[in-house]
């Protein structure tokens, strides 16, 4: 006689757990208990309709939402903490390119309908890549909130490649730009400090703006980055770093030292707490940076004999991190990726080519094999 699949419990029913086809917070299935109080037979039944249920998407509560709807409910809930960018790009997507699927239900979503907003934006491989990563964000929501199977998600995922974006590759500053940063006769002070900090600190533009004289430390002659400022219609308003390890402290270069410990000090003589402010005390709108920008590069065009394209405060980044690559091994691409508020695989991504350039393989084999 065949063993029986399932056991009688004491107190006279059959149980097992089923997937329900959802999951719980921490990535796992979620399941749920089912029993019969007939026999283990009974039981098997259930447990193989559960598993139909699953696989024909009605394990799930009923919902008459269209993709785009939840879409814009996901938006308006779930990311509502987000920044302003951030939420702006999730709304391009949804707006301008979610919108071809307006009709189409939300439990009926499948790869096809991925497959055709991916072939609407073909050409524009970063606009693909925000698609497939929205999409997806859009889908797992749904099934946490249990109105998508689970089973169906990962099949749409696992048969449509995601999509491939290479960022341009940034540049560093050349030879000529590093001499007319510090050459420059800038319009203002705060101009000549802006400059400073971005080229010895690396720091992001908007982390660099929202510096305030508490940032400072000239005992330790270190900056704390902890804000950020994001413009919202033009104005700035403050958030977090850019990025979970965009908390830091940078040491301040001794070049550039001593011209900002004094603008910090004349700041805090003056009452000002930030030290990016315009002439009424308030923190820089977009227009005012722009206006900036122009004047440091004019400052630093003036100096030059060659022509001056293409220079954004984001290239003093880029620089900050390439000659930091070619300082290795005095330095680590640990804390390479600490001091920019990176990761250690962003930094090797972005700057791999450099750690090659300085690679020596027939030195490195001769040296560890000569013993």
Request: glycine share 4%; hydrophobic share 35%.
């Amino acid at each position: 006689m065949a063993n029986k699949k399932y056991k009688k419990c004491d107190d006279g029913w059959y149980r097992t757990k089923v997937w329900d086809g959802t999951y719980n917070k921490n990535g796992s299935k979620h399941r749920k208990e089912v029993k019969s109080n007939k026999s283990s037979k009974d039981l098997e039944r259930i447990v193989e309709e559960w598993k139909h249920k699953v696989e024909q998407r009605t394990a799930v509560k009923k919902t008459n939402s269209t993709f785009l709807e939840y879409s814009r409910l996901w938006l308006d809930v779930y990311k509502a903490s987000k920044s302003a960018n951030t939420k702006s790009m999730y709304k391009n997507i949804i707006e301008k390119h979610f919108i071809s699927l307006d009709t189409v239900l939300l439990p009926d979503i499948d790869r096809i309908h991925l497959q055709i907003l991916l072939n609407n934006a073909d050409g524009k491989a970063r606009t693909q890549q925000q698609i497939y990563m929205t999409f997806k964000q859009v889908l797992k929501s749904a099934v946490a909130d249990h109105l998508f199977p689970a089973n169906v998600m990962e099949e749409i995922f696992l048969n449509i490649e995601r999509p491939e974006y290479i960022p341009e590759e940034g540049r560093p500053l050349t030879e000529y730009e590093r001499k007319a940063v510090f050459s420059a006769n800038y319009y203002e002070e705060r101009d000549k400090i802006f400059t400073y900090l971005i080229f010895g600190c690396g720091f992001r533009r908007e982390e660099a703006l929202a510096l305030t004289i508490f940032d400072f430390n000239f005992d330790r002659n270190e900056i704390s980055i902890n804000k950020a400022f994001e413009y919202t219609k033009g104005n700035p308003t403050l958030k977090s770093p850019k990025t979970k390890n965009g908390h830091r402290t940078n040491p301040i270069p001794s070049k550039i030292l001593p011209s900002v410990h004094a603008f910090v000090s004349d700041a805090k003589r003056k009452g000002r707490t930030n030290i990016f402010v315009m002439h009424d005390g308030k923190p820089m709108s977009k227009s005012s940076y722009d206006k900036m920008w122009n004047r440091i590069l004019k400052s630093l065009q003036l100096v030059c004999d060659q022509k001056i394209t293409d220079l954004t405060a984001h290239t003093f980044r880029h620089n900050y991190c390439t000659n930091l690559c070619y300082q290795i091994p005095k330095i680590s691409i640990k804390m390479i990726a600490t001091l920019l508020g990176d990761t250690e695989a962003v930094v090797l991504k972005i700057y791999n080519h450099i750690l090659l350039e300085k690679e020596n393989a027939a030195d490195a084999v001769n040296d560890a094999m000569n013993f």
